[in-house]
């Protein structure tokens, strides 16, 4: 069992930055693939980015590529994602995954364990 809790969000105006913090605690953190998935009012549930358990692999959804980083601190059991030149469209509740895997998944049926969420507010 790995239990997750995200926190970092809030109001922030468009062109600002946040960073999400994703804290793990449970099982072997470095043995797990961390996803950062969003949700916004109306819509389902979207892959944001990801990184495997090394950090040496990622992923990012193409609307987010060159505005969010995501890091990982397995000495920490931490997972990050650092938003830059955040848009109003990024408004959402940001979930944090574990995927007891190695390789970086973009489906949300994939991962196994997740945070309540964040509210993340971008306003225009």
């Known amino acids: 069992q790995v239990q997750l809790v995200e926190s970092g969000g809030g109001l922030v105006q468009a062109g600002g930055s946040l960073r999400l913090s994703c804290a793990a605690s449970?099982?072997?953190?470095?043995?797990?693939?961390m996803g950062w998935f969003r949700q916004a009012p109306g819509k389902g549930r979207a892959f944001v980015a990801a990184?495997?358990?090394?950090?040496?692999?990622?992923g990012y959804t193409d609307s987010v590529k060159g505005r969010f980083t995501i890091s990982r601190d397995n000495a920490k059991n931490t997972v990050y994602l650092q938003m830059n030149s955040l848009k109003p469209e990024d408004t959402a509740v940001y979930y944090c995954?574990?995927?007891?895997?190695?390789?970086?998944?973009?489906?949300?049926?994939?991962?196994?364990?997740w945070g309540q969420g964040t509210q993340v507010t971008v306003s225009s």
């Open positions: 990184i495997n358990w090394s950090g040496g692999n990622t």
């Open positions: 995954a574990a995927d007891y895997s190695d390789d970086v998944h973009r489906w949300s049926y994939e991962y196994d364990y």
């Open positions: 449970g099982r072997t953190f470095s043995s797990y693939t």
